[in-house]
Structures are given as C-alpha cells and as structure tokens.
C-alpha cells in the first residue's frame, strides 16, 4: 500500500508539472542531465505534423535521451520538435551539452498538455504522451516518455519529496 501510495503521489506530481525535467529536479533535489541516444532510430507517429501543426514545407527535429539524476536513470524519452521555434542559443545548446530539452526550452514558458498515459509492467511504470506548447500555445514539440521504476527508490531517499509534498 505505501509503494501504490508513493508511486500515484510520484506519477501525479510529474503529470501535473510543466516539465518532466523541473519535476525530476524537485523529486531528486539535483540537477537531471540528459544522454542523448545517438544511435536511436526514430519511431515515427504518423499524427506528429497535425499535432504540432506543421506547415508542408516545415522541418521537424528528433531528439532521443534518457535523463539521470547522477548514473541513475529515470526517464526515456523520444521528442519531435519544431527547431524553428528556439533560438540559436537554444539549438546550440541542445546540440552541444547534456541539459534537458525542457530546461533548455523553458525561457519559451512552456507547459505540458497531457494527451494519453499508460500504466506499465517491468522497469517502466508508466509513459505519457504530451504535446509542449510555448506561452502563446504554439505546438513546440510532441513527447513520448516512459518513466522508469527507479524513480522511486529516488523519491523515497533521504530527500524527503514524499513526505514534503503531503503537506
């Protein structure tokens, strides 16, 4: 009962955030980094360009990682966004360090609508699937992530983020 207690209060807190990434911050208390998956081939939703509104003529970018709280992972995550919609700085920064896309996008003031969620068996306890929107509710990027069992054991440690989220 305590383990479904602290997994809901987890999953809710990270559903009801405006960035998966700000989420995981607040439950481990450090900063999250991410590791891009090179490798990774590129799943392919055939709805992304209507859910983010594309233009015919319009590019869309891949980006695949895997954020870490130090070596533990915590969340897979594959993310198709409008490149066009951030800065330089902001594409620069994405291509060259090991910051989160939501961090990296937050000047933006995006939030996170929540499209489906599904529980999970295994290592993976949950995914979600959410469109990002900028401040002016313009489709910035179409997410799709699975939040991995480890991040409880996370929230459970010496930090307190369950208990200090009760209050």
């Not at 481990?28 to 891009?36: E, F, G, L, R, S």
């Not at 951030?86 to 990296?104: H, N, Q, Y």
């Not at 937050?106 to 068996?121: F, K, Q």
């Amino acid at each position: 009962m305590v383990m479904e207690s602290a997994y809901q209060e987890v999953r809710d807190f990270i559903l009801r955030s405006a960035s998966v990434s700000r989420a995981l911050q607040d439950i481990c208390q450090n900063d999250i980094h991410a590791h891009v998956n090179e490798n990774n081939i590129c799943s392919f939703f055939p709805d992304i360009r209507s859910r983010l509104k594309l233009r015919t003529d319009e590019q869309i970018s891949y980006r695949s990682v895997c954020l870490y709280s130090h070596e533990t992972e915590l969340v897979c995550a594959e993310i198709w966004y409008r490149g066009e919609l951030l800065s330089a700085p902001m594409l620069d920064e994405l291509a060259k360090t090991d910051r989160p896309f939501g961090i990296v996008v937050s000047p933006l003031g995006v939030t996170r609508r929540i499209l489906s969620v599904a529980e999970e068996d295994g290592s993976c306890i949950f995914s979600c699937q959410a469109v990002l929107l900028t401040d002016n509710e313009k489709p910035l990027a179409f997410v799709c992530e699975r939040f991995l069992d480890k991040i409880l054991s996370v929230a459970a440690r010496g930090n307190n983020f369950l208990f200090r989220n009760n209050k």
